[in-house]
């Protein structure tokens, strides 16, 4: 072969081999960005979808850190007889009610947020049994007025919980 032609050859080669290569360079930035805007626009979608599920979790959460505040709890479950053991039994039982009937919902909100409610209901029930240990505690009326006289010395746990709650609420929204 002459010298000639391999040159002409490569004259025609060479640039239809980088207007190929820009080709494929530019189609495939352009499906790339395409994909990227429909996952977007899915993403964006199901957080439409989603938000008032979130929204509508944090809600109940917060109805039920309210449901077993100690100075709304002791007002809502009234004693069914004299004894402060009964009394503490029923409203341990009121507040594991409240929380069997809220549990799906950790789904919806963050891990930290649902170890501080977690926390904050356990918090309530160790409470409520050291305060019925107590030996000054004998009657179940003894035993609400004890729990309430505490709660005006120390913070609820609720009220703790109930401020995360709004803080992570005001933070995505």
């Keep these: 072969m002459d010298t000639s032609k ?82 503490e039994n029923l409203l341990i039982y009121s507040i594991e009610q409240e929380f069997e009937h809220n549990l799906t919902q950790q789904i919806y909100v963050t891990d930290e947020c649902w170890t501080i409610i977690l926390t904050a209901k356990n918090t309530i029930i160790q409470n409520i049994r050291k305060t019925n240990m107590s030996e000054k505690v004998d009657t179940a009326d003894k035993l609400r007025e004890t729990i309430l006289s505490d709660l005006l010395d120390n913070q609820s746990p609720c009220t703790v919980a109930l401020a995360y709650l709004k803080h992570e609420v005001a933070s995505f929204l």
Excluded: C, H
């Excluded at 002409?8 to 960005?33: H, R």
């Design 6 to 87: 391999i040159i002409e050859i490569l004259a025609y080669t060479l640039p239809s081999l980088i207007t190929g290569g820009v080709a494929y360079y530019l189609f495939n930035s352009y499906f790339n960005d395409q994909q990227n805007t429909r996952r977007w626009l899915l993403q964006k979608e199901n957080q439409k979808d989603a938000l008032p599920l979130r929204l509508q979790a944090y809600e109940r959460m917060a109805l039920f850190l309210e449901r077993i505040n100690p100075s709304k709890l002791l007002i809502r479950v009234a004693p069914i007889s004299e004894g402060a053991n009964e009394y």
